[in-house]
């Protein structure tokens, strides 16, 4: 099956500090999405991006497909923004969507 | 509200007992979904449902069964075959394929199961 596979897994960053998230996947999918976990085990998209550039305040995604990979930018970060992010990619069958999620990268912002 | 409810919050299991845990939308979804999370890793798929009275098996489907009777219910039972179930347990829907413009996946809040 495909393989996705996060950078770095742990990131420490002060608050106000600008960060960069990476996802490789091993093979053409037919989208991709970011999700952010928080502590309490809440997932939540922040993005849809099969390719191209998105856009949501403080956050942008990059996904490049022919390349196979994608990145998730972090700019002025805040301690609310602490938590897991994962990538997964789209493996679409009939009706439903087959996520495949990569392992996450572990987000603490301090004070 | 609109969203997906997921009971209990917290379960505890003994060794040989079934569990099911219980998963609830009111978003008018057609495709629902169950994933399994260990400690530091990312989700896998255990089963989906595209339509009601129709589900597939994900990647981990061993020792889990499912049924989907009624469009906003998807239970997913734990089953003693199953022999390291203690993990952390996310209910999903959608409504229809995430690669369609305005499609997209909701999550509920977790079930957390221990085997005692």
């Known amino acids: 099956g495909i393989q996705v596979e996060q950078s770095p897994p742990d990131l420490i960053l002060q608050e106000g500090a600008n960060s960069t998230l990476r996802c490789n996947f091993s093979d053409s999918v037919n989208n991709l999405q970011w999700f952010h976990q928080n502590p309490w085990g809440q997932l939540i998209n922040l993005f849809y991006?099969?390719?191209g550039t998105k856009q949501n305040g403080r956050l942008s995604a990059t996904t490049v497909a022919t390349e196979r990979y994608s990145l998730l930018y972090i700019s002025s970060s805040q301690t609310t923004d602490s938590g897991v992010y994962f990538c997964?990619?789209?493996?679409?069958?009939?009706?439903?969507?087959?996520?495949?999620f990569g392992t996450g990268t572990r987000l603490q912002v301090t004070l | 509200d609109g969203g997906i409810t997921q009971s209990p919050k917290y379960l505890f299991r003994k060794e040989g007992q079934n569990v099911t845990l219980s998963c609830e939308q009111n978003l008018n979804h057609d495709a629902m979904y169950w994933y399994r999370q260990d400690p530091g890793q990312g989700l896998r798929l255990i089963y989906y449902?595209?339509?009601?009275?129709?589900?597939q098996k994900g990647d981990i489907a061993e020792g889990y069964s499912v049924s989907r009777e009624k469009k906003e219910s998807f239970p997913l039972t734990v089953t003693s075959a199953q022999k390291n179930p203690t993990a952390f347990y996310l209910c999903?829907?959608?409504?229809?394929?995430?690669?369609?413009?305005?499609?997209?996946?909701?999550f509920g809040e977790g079930s957390w199961l221990t085997v005692v």
């Open positions: 991006i099969p390719s």
């Open positions: 997964a990619v789209d493996v679409t069958t009939g009706t439903a969507s087959k996520l495949t």
């Open positions: 449902s595209q339509i009601v009275n129709d589900f």
């Open positions: 999903a829907s959608s409504n229809g394929r995430l690669v369609d413009s305005g499609n997209t996946i909701y």
